[in-house]
């Protein structure tokens, strides 16, 4: 008798685009390997290697079930040497040295530490690491001058590396919402990113913001920013108009209108009125009076701009929110900073025109690794090119429009995948 252990194996379509990807991953620890490794690669400046273990990744993380041998990897894809034998090293021996020894190492927990503030990519930790820089005393001691986006993320940077919520997404989402409607009725605010794929935690709040009307969207933006910054909302903002050209990935003719997409990079100030705002009822120490969740908003404007000296009457509800979050197990109590009345948030906005919201919306919603693959399919197996603007067939030397994303997914053969499964 054959006493062969029966191996289940897995069939896994190549492209991340072609998978569904929930939140649900089933091997864990060898994705987290694998991605730690991936970051490495890339604050490295190895974008190829940094891929390539993205890739291998998003493979692991769409089955269905735990891996438990190395042969129910035969057949799969995105499956280089490299990831093989870290998954290997970590099935058959527990562990992987390499990913044990990058996760120490000096110079990644360094890059880790500098690129975690808001306006530092990996050049500059790089060259900041070979100054002698690893810390943030270290940095702050050194006289390195910083830019206005670098001074805001070194001063709000505990706040800016500690999880956001979906409650505390929803509430950004309220503010925005307000900012739009006054100063275009009738606009349209979707929510992008990591949360509309379902995520319950994520770096910064992504939104997407248009009109019905096609042209009615020109210059929101900046009466956007004016209104949040007149209301006190905004920490830092840096408005760019969004060029076709900066982006390699987009297709090769623009359509004139590309320069009226733009995106704010900004950081929020969220209070804890505008945070309760959102919790959920049940907890016995909602604001009796829960009109003054709105009427914050504008007692708050104008002279109130000391960040140190917030109004006696947020104090109580920061009291308030202390003991209720208590029990929903919130980290920020564990830091004294939490008992400032506020936290700074990331948010990212972006407007555009009704012609391009589908590719906008598709664009912004993520995964990077699931854009990319989106991309890459357009290019490598339909001979398109894919981009947040547009969908350009170089076959028919035309333009595909699309009013909805699962109108882009036809046309590029693709069956649709809703944004809660493009987890890759
Ligand atoms: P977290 O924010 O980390 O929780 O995850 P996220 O998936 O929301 O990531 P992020 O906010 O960084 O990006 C959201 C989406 O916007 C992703 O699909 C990115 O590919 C996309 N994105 C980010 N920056 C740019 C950009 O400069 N241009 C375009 N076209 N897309 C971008
Ligand atoms: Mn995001
Ligand atoms: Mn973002």
């Known amino acids: 008798?054959?006493?062969?252990?029966?191996v289940v194996t897995f069939s896994v379509p190549s492209y991340a685009c072609q998978r569904r990807t929930t939140l649900e991953n089933h091997n864990t620890v060898l994705t987290d390997a694998l991605s730690l490794l991936a970051e490495n690669a890339e604050l490295s400046d190895e974008d190829g290697r940094g891929v390539a273990f993205?890739?291998?990744?998003?493979?692991?993380?769409?089955?269905?079930?735990?891996?438990?041998?190395?042969?129910?990897?035969?057949?799969?894809?995105?499956?280089?040497?490299?990831?093989?034998?870290?998954?290997?090293?970590?099935?058959?021996d527990g562990a992987s040295r390499e990913f044990e020894s990058t996760k120490q190492s000096e110079r990644f927990k360094a890059l880790k530490v500098l690129?975690?503030?808001?306006?530092?990519?990996?050049r500059t930790a790089d060259r900041w690491i070979r100054e002698g820089i690893h810390t943030l005393q270290q940095l702050r001691d050194s006289g390195q001058s910083l830019n206005r986006a670098q001074q805001a993320g070194l001063e709000h940077y505990d706040d800016l590396n500690r999880p956001l919520t979906a409650a505390e997404a929803e509430a950004v989402g309220e503010i925005v919402e307000r900012a739009v409607v006054s100063v275009l009725?009738?606009?349209?605010i979707t929510l992008t990113g990591g949360f509309r794929r379902g995520k319950l935690t994520g770096h910064d709040v992504d939104f997407l913001i248009t009109h019905p009307d096609e042209g009615r969207e020109e210059g929101l933006m900046s009466k956007v920013v004016s209104w949040l910054e007149s209301q006190g909302f905004l920490l830092y903002q840096k408005t760019t108009r969004n060029s076709y050209l900066e982006s390699k990935d987009g297709p090769a003719r623009p359509p004139a209108n590309m320069d009226r997409f733009e995106r704010c990079f900004s950081i929020f100030k969220l209070t804890m009125e505008e945070r309760r705002g959102t919790e959920q009822p049940e907890n016995g120490e909602r604001n009796p009076n829960p009109a003054e969740d709105t009427l914050s908003v504008g007692a708050r404007s104008g002279s109130q701009t000391d960040e140190n000296t917030p109004p006696q009457s947020q104090v109580p509800a920061d009291e308030r929110r202390h003991r209720v979050s208590g029990e929903?197990?919130?980290?920020?109590e564990a830091k004294p900073a939490a008992h400032k009345p506020w936290r700074a948030v990331r948010v990212d906005l972006v407007v555009s025109p009704i012609s391009q919201f589908a590719f906008a919306l598709l664009g912004w919603t993520g995964s990077k690794l699931f854009e990319r693959e989106l991309r890459r399919w357009a290019g490598h197996e339909k001979a398109m090119s894919l981009s947040s603007h547009a969908l350009y067939d170089n076959t028919q030397s035309r333009y595909l429009r699309a009013t909805s994303?699962?109108?882009?997914?036809?046309?590029l053969g693709l069956e649709f995948i809703p944004p809660s499964e493009r987890n890759a």
């Open 1 to 6: 008798q054959q006493v062969e252990a029966e």
């Open 54 to 92: 993205r890739r291998a990744a998003a493979v692991l993380r769409s089955l269905p079930e735990p891996v438990t041998d190395m042969k129910q990897l035969r057949g799969l894809p995105c499956l280089g040497d490299h990831s093989l034998r870290v998954i290997k090293d970590i099935l058959e």
């Open 115 to 122: 690129t975690g503030i808001f306006g530092v990519g990996s």
């Open 185 to 188: 009725p009738g606009a349209q």
């Open 328 to 332: 929903d197990g919130g980290q920020e």
């Open 405 to 411: 994303e699962e109108e882009i997914f036809a046309h």
